[in-house]
């Protein structure tokens, strides 16, 4: 497919963990954005095409881990210790470019998004 195509979100209780995964059929620059209601879609963390290179937002540092395995032509987003503000869609992007980055007018390939709720 020429988009990239995003699964597991879903609900989860603060603390807890999800991992989304993001299928594209090439190994490119690859990153995962998230736009809550009524606020601006934001970056999340983004990782080369060779899975060498990777960068996070200072929001989730530490708590989320973006991978990729090339043999599955998939990117997965591990998230723990699960915030309520971590609510939102969670979109998957990819690039023309092998490497990452952190700005979305970089991205030319863009998946329809998955839920993630973070709630008690």
């Known amino acids: 497919q020429v988009q990239p195509v995003e699964s597991g979100g879903g609900l989860v209780q603060p603390g807890g963990s999800l991992r989304l995964s993001c299928t594209f059929w090439?190994?490119?620059?690859t990153g995962w954005f998230r736009q809550a209601p009524r606020k601006e879609r934001e970056f999340v963390a983004t990782i080369s095409g060779s899975g060498g290179s990777t960068a996070y937002a200072d929001s989730v540092k530490g708590r989320f881990t973006i991978s990729r395995d090339n043999a599955k032509n998939t990117v997965y987003l591990q998230m723990n210790s699960l915030k309520p503000e971590d609510t939102a869609v969670y979109y998957c992007?990819?690039?023309?470019?092998?490497?990452?980055?952190?700005?979305?007018?970089?991205?030319?390939?863009w998946g329809q998004g998955t839920q993630v709720t973070v709630s008690s």
């Open positions: 992007a990819a690039r023309s470019l092998v490497i990452p980055a952190d700005k979305l007018e970089a991205y030319d390939y």
């Open positions: 090439k190994e490119r620059g």
